[in-house]
């Protein structure tokens, strides 16, 4: 099963756009605090639309609260990391893979990343911005994993206007 770690998110609007993206792609959400916001805070339900009430998630007191509980491959998502995001096998979805993204204005504490270097990666990106966007950074390594999964369950052909909806006049 995937899982996205966010690590001490401080922005209620990112959050918000990665719980819609982890209930459109049925995958965990666990937030460590502090947490910048509170859960029922106007903004992150403004970002995550109707979908908060759909959303498998769990909340943290601390990371070691965190890594007690859930065991499993921890992948950490940093820009300090040396190998892409595409250079892991994510295809084992019946294995718990743990994606976790730092907070937006410091990422994940180096003492956090050097007890598992092998494990700490990057998205491509050029010279010119320090980082992405953290909620775009989640959708682009949940989908990758996805693929590599084959999409597990994920709906192929949209579900309301029906498969043929292109074709019809």
């Known amino acids: 099963m995937n899982h996205i770690v966010l690590y001490q998110p401080e922005i209620p ?3 918000g756009n990665i719980m819609r993206t982890c209930v459109a792609t049925n995958t ?3 937030l460590i605090k ?3 916001f509170q ?3 106007a903004h992150l339900k403004r970002s995550g639309v109707n979908y908060i009430d759909k959303l498998e998630y769990e909340v943290y007191e601390d990371f070691m609260d ?3 509980k859930n065991p499993g491959t ?3 998502f940093t820009r300090y990391g040396h190998k892409p995001h595409t250079s892991f096998d994510y295809s084992h979805s019946e294995e718990n893979l743990y994606f976790i993204f730092g907070k937006e ?3 994940i504490p180096k003492e956090i990343l050097q007890q598992d270097l092998e494990h700490c990666m990057r998205i491509p990106m050029t010279d010119k911005v320090r980082a992405l966007n953290v909620s775009n ?3 682009i390594v949940i989908y990758e994993a996805l693929r590599q999964q084959n999409f597990n369950d994920l709906l192929r052909e949209e579900p309301h206007k029906g498969a043929d909806y292109l074709e019809k006049n």
Do not use: E
Request: hydrophobic fraction near 25%.
């Open 13 to 15: 609007q990112n959050t």
């Open 28 to 30: 965990k959400l666990h």
């Open 34 to 36: 502090p947490l910048g």
């Open 39 to 41: 859960i029922d805070d």
């Open 66 to 68: 965190f890594k007690n």
């Open 74 to 76: 921890y992948y950490y």
């Open 105 to 107: 204005s410091t990422g």
């Open 137 to 139: 950074s989640v959708a």
